[in-house]
């Protein structure tokens, strides 16, 4: 097994030259260099902006984005994400359609 590689959900460091598994999850996270991402911003009205992120290379219309709206109309604003979640799972061009939570 290469030092720094993961396989099966596990992640292999070098420790005194010995490989060692590290559990990958939420406590402990993998870093990934997935290349760079786009941004895109629309402010359909003076109160609600929507935010789009995905990596570099995909069209908007490809379900690979995140999506967050802003709305302004209320005291605190409110950040809430497509589908309420922040998976990269989303069609940009669909963002005024779609659930936010």
Same mark, same amino acid.
């Given at each position: 097994? !290469? /030092?720094? &590689?993961t396989r099966?959900? #596990?992640? @292999?460091?070098?420790?005194?030259?010995?490989?060692? +598994?590290?559990? /990958?999850?939420?406590?402990?996270?993998?870093? /990934?260099?997935?290349? &760079? @991402?786009? #941004? +895109?911003?629309?402010?359909? =009205?003076? =109160?609600? =902006? @929507?935010?789009? +992120? $995905?990596?570099?290379?995909?069209? =908007? &219309? !490809? !379900?690979?984005?995140? %999506?967050?709206?802003?709305?302004? &109309? %209320?005291? $605190?604003?409110?950040? #809430?994400?497509?589908?309420?979640?922040? !998976?990269?799972?989303?069609?940009?061009?669909?963002? $005024?359609?779609?659930? @936010?939570?």
């Amino acid at each position: 097994m !290469a /030092v720094g &590689s993961t396989r099966n959900g #596990l992640h @292999y460091e070098g420790t005194g030259g010995t490989p060692q +598994k590290i559990p /990958v999850g939420l406590d402990n996270p993998l870093p /990934v260099n997935q290349g &760079s @991402y786009i #941004l +895109k911003v629309e402010e359909p =009205t003076t =109160t609600i =902006t @929507y935010l789009g +992120k $995905a990596i570099a290379g995909n069209t =908007t &219309s !490809a !379900a690979v984005w995140q %999506v967050k709206r802003i709305d302004t &109309s %209320v005291l $605190a604003a409110d950040i #809430l994400f497509a589908d309420g979640n922040v !998976a990269f799972d989303n069609i940009w061009d669909n963002r $005024a359609a779609l659930s @936010y939570s």
